[in-house]
């Protein structure tokens, strides 16, 4: 079964500062990665996604991430933090079922941006 | 022009109850989901139908029944509601990728 460990469920940058948000997974078949933000009272939106091909895959608002397949690791990173930033993250894993995509979700971390 | 969305944005009912949360995605999809989030953030999958048939149906309580009149809309219908329903339900679509649209969700309070 697929699984997915959000490490923190609360992480505080400063204005400016690089984000780091950690991800790793559990997969039994070549994975389908994503990362979503959800702002307060709204539904989730797609940052990115790695499917297959290069590692490195570059989202919205400046996000980007990177999958690793031997530490089993998808971590999310920006450069420069912005207070608009500040929102609840979701990293997800997704299996190709008959039919549909089941998409496993981890735990959230939510990203705190100080002025 | 919203791409899901869903009714009521918030619901407010005694224990007991029967209740039913609409979802409408106008972007062509064949694949729909039901998401539940807790209090502490965590989303579950509950349901998921492509093109009315149900293909995903997890370990959930058959007080929930969804139904698909059509592949544009799903809806959530909920027995005799309780305290641990409480929650926020999010519909979702996708089309013959992963991507997931989301829909604002609905704001489910058990009295």
């Known amino acids: 079964a697929q699984s997915v460990t959000q490490l923190g469920s609360h992480v505080s940058v400063s204005e400016g500062a690089l984000v780091l948000l950690r991800c790793n997974y559990s997969s039994s078949v070549p994975p389908y990665l994503f990362w979503y933000v959800q702002y307060p009272n709204q539904g989730l939106q797609l940052l990115l996604k790695y499917t297959t091909g290069a590692t490195l895959v570059k989202g919205i608002n400046g996000f980007e991430a990177e999958f690793k397949k031997s530490e089993t690791s998808f971590h999310l990173t920006k450069p420069s933090a912005h207070m608009s930033d500040a929102a609840e993250y979701f990293c997800?894993?997704?299996?190709?079922?008959?039919?549909?995509?089941?998409?496993?979700f981890g735990a959230g971390t939510r990203l705190f941006v100080k002025a | 022009d919203t791409a899901v969305s869903q009714t009521p944005k918030y619901l407010v009912t005694q224990m007991g109850n029967d209740k039913s949360i609409k979802c409408e995605q106008n972007l062509g999809h064949d694949t729909m989901y039901w998401y539940k989030q807790d209090s502490k953030k965590f989303l579950k999958i509950m349901f998921s139908y492509n093109n009315k048939e149900l293909i995903i149906n997890e370990t959930v309580p058959n007080r929930f029944s969804p139904k698909s009149p059509d592949k544009a809309h799903l809806n959530l219908h909920i027995n005799s509601l309780e305290l641990g329903d409480s929650a926020v339900y999010f519909c979702?679509?996708?089309?013959?990728?992963?991507?997931?649209?989301f829909g604002s969700g609905t704001q489910l309070s058990v009295l």
């Open positions: 997800a894993v997704s299996d190709l079922k008959t039919g549909g995509f089941k998409t496993i």
């Open positions: 979702a679509s996708s089309q013959d990728t992963e991507k997931l649209f």
